[in-house]
């Protein structure tokens, strides 16, 4: 994210900070929603400097859980709900 080197010059490499966001950057509502909506305002996302493993780990999760349920890009009608357990 762009933002991230604003605020965290210098994350890139290992044992590094890099900006974790959420909604998730892949997302309809996420950072990417004004690729979907030209009139959405761009970076309307919460983000924050986390490891650089841990963020790239939960990437790979979540890239896994679209392919499992076999989510598409570029459409609408994938919605699924994010929910928080302890």
Same mark, same amino acid.
Request: proline fraction near 8%; glycine fraction near 6%; hydrophobic fraction near 35%.
């Given at each position: 994210?762009?933002?991230?080197?604003?605020?965290?010059?210098?994350?890139?490499?290992?044992?590094?900070?890099?900006?974790?966001?959420?909604?998730?950057?892949?997302?309809?509502?996420?950072? #990417? +929603? @004004?690729?979907? !909506?030209?009139?959405?305002?761009?970076?309307?996302?919460? %983000? /924050?400097?986390?490891? #650089? +493993? @841990?963020?790239? !780990?939960?990437?790979?999760?979540?890239?896994?859980?679209? %392919? /499992?349920?076999?989510?598409?890009?570029?459409?609408? !009608?994938?919605?699924?709900?994010?929910?928080?357990?302890?």
């Amino acid at each position: 994210m762009r933002i991230s080197h604003v605020h965290n010059p210098g994350s890139a490499g290992p044992g590094k900070k890099q900006c974790d966001e959420y909604p998730f950057r892949s997302t309809l509502e996420g950072a #990417a +929603e @004004h690729q979907y !909506d030209p009139d959405a305002r761009k970076f309307n996302v919460s %983000a /924050k400097p986390v490891p #650089a +493993e @841990h963020n790239r !780990d939960a990437g790979l999760l979540l890239k896994g859980f679209y %392919a /499992k349920n076999r989510m598409l890009a570029d459409t609408e !009608d994938d919605a699924f709900l994010v929910k928080i357990t302890p």
